[in-house]
């Protein structure tokens, strides 16, 4: 991971590899450039021990983990031995939810200077790492007992010494991330079979890119496995979202292509993927015979058959004419197919005299979702004519 650097402070300096850290007035710092601890509260130096800097070394940030040994320098000014509680709490987010608190006793110590007192090892679940409140107590040790844990955080007396502010942030792992939402006519379908569309109808996919990372992104080009490339996105700043269109012509049958969205920061390959779904449908009507003479009395059946593509129809549904009006006309059916793919009709009509007779169908499939898909027998291939039949 690389830095992410604050702008609210006019002085950055870099924390190990990879880290930045920055707190407003005062900074940790790395191994032989001591910073001020940052918030002390008027009069602070003014103790019998003075708490002259803080340093954060090694941070690591693995599988999601960030890590930082926390190190201190400090003096004891007057002549006696002190004892020196240093206690300091962590969190990853402003509104310190979990914190993870450091602290050590130092004890028996005489007059002078302290350098890089190991305090302890922090480690935080996230890709930021707030102070939530530091603290510091001593007591001479000539006169009173060391205590044995953690002071009052909350109390501030003659020997106690806490910080003002806060929460604040120190450092940040750059995670540049981003996440990718194709859609389908609107419609998220990750998982087929997708939206139902007529074939030949225009498709409409949608990818929206968005920057779920902490650091801004650019030059970010969306490509689809089917239909090529989409566009680039110029820029996009953490948490932002931009949207690139592509439309198409429906096919027939289940269909699938996937999104990705690529980019690369500071030579980091940063990418997402989603893909999308759908289901193109169509179909036809046949009725036969297509012409037939009978004799006077005898009946005569017409044989109406439909025909979905891309998927079964919920339903169907079928409507027919007999020009001139027969003497009689009865019709029997669906037979559906077993696949569902197709349906049948028996439209058997008879008359008493002479005459010829044309018979029309028109079947109206409806698919989930209820999209519906109306074939009538026009002659417009694949669908047949009119069927004739002569007495």
């Known amino acids: 991971m690389a830095i992410k650097k604050f702008l609210r402070s006019s002085l950055q300096v870099l924390l190990g590899v990879g880290f930045l850290a920055v707190a407003l007035g005062a900074l940790w710092a790395p191994t032989g450039e001591a910073q001020g601890w940052p918030y002390c509260i008027s009069g602070c130096d003014a103790k019998?021990?003075?708490?002259?800097?803080?340093?954060?070394?090694?941070?690591?940030?693995?599988?999601?983990?960030?890590?930082?040994?926390?190190?201190?320098?400090?003096?004891?000014?007057?002549?006696?031995?002190?004892?020196?509680?240093?206690?300091?709490?962590?969190?990853?987010?402003?509104?310190?939810?979990?914190?993870?608190?450091?602290?050590?006793?130092?004890?028996?110590?005489?007059?002078?200077?302290?350098?890089?007192?190991?305090?302890?090892?922090?480690?935080?679940?996230?890709?930021?790492?707030?102070?939530?409140?530091?603290?510091?107590?001593?007591?001479?040790?000539?006169?009173?007992?060391?205590?044995?844990?953690?002071?009052?955080?909350?109390?501030?007396?003659?020997?106690?010494?806490?910080?003002?502010?806060?929460?604040?942030?120190?450092?940040?792992?750059?995670?540049?991330?981003?996440?990718?939402?194709?859609?389908?006519?609107?419609?998220?379908?990750?998982?087929?079979?997708?939206?139902?569309?007529?074939?030949?109808s225009t498709v409409t996919w949608t990818y929206e890119v968005t920057n779920t990372g902490n650091v801004a992104l650019t030059n970010i080009v969306v490509t689809d496995d089917v239909v090529g490339t989409i566009g680039t996105i110029a820029s996009l700043a953490p948490g932002a979202s931009a949207t690139l269109t592509r439309t198409g012509t429906a096919v027939a049958g289940q269909y699938e292509n996937v999104g990705t969205a690529t980019t690369t920061y500071n030579g980091q390959p940063v990418s997402a993927t989603d893909p999308s779904h759908y289901v193109g449908v169509d179909g036809y009507i046949t009725i036969t015979p297509g012409s037939a003479t009978n004799e006077v009395g005898n009946p005569h059946t017409f044989l109406i058959t439909a025909y979905a593509q891309g998927t079964a129809p919920s339903s169907w549904a079928l409507a027919y004419t007999v020009t001139p009006t027969p003497g009689s006309a009865n019709l029997s059916g669906p037979s559906v197919a077993p696949d569902g793919m197709s349906a049948t009709w028996n439209l058997t009509i008879n008359h008493s005299s002479p005459g010829v007779f044309t018979a029309s169908a028109t079947v109206t499939m409806t698919f989930t979702g209820g999209l519906q898909v109306v074939r009538t027998t026009n002659g417009i291939s694949p669908n047949s004519a009119s069927a004739t039949k002569t007495y």
């Open 48 to 200: 019998d021990v003075k708490i002259d800097r803080l340093y954060l070394e090694n941070p690591t940030y693995v599988s999601g983990v960030l890590s930082a040994d926390v190190y201190v320098d400090f003096s004891v000014t007057a002549a006696n031995r002190y004892c020196v509680l240093i206690a300091l709490g962590f969190s990853t987010a402003s509104g310190c939810p979990n914190v993870q608190s450091v602290w050590r006793m130092f004890g028996d110590l005489p007059q002078g200077p302290y350098t890089h007192q190991y305090v302890g090892t922090i480690s935080v679940v996230g890709t930021q790492l707030w102070v939530c409140w530091q603290f510091a107590e001593w007591r001479n040790q000539d006169s009173e007992s060391c205590p044995t844990g953690d002071c009052n955080l909350y109390s501030v007396g003659s020997k106690c010494w806490e910080s003002t502010g806060g929460p604040y942030i120190i450092y940040e792992v750059e995670d540049p991330k981003l996440s990718l939402e194709k859609k389908t006519n609107g419609i998220e379908a990750d998982t087929p079979p997708g939206p139902v569309v007529p074939v030949g």
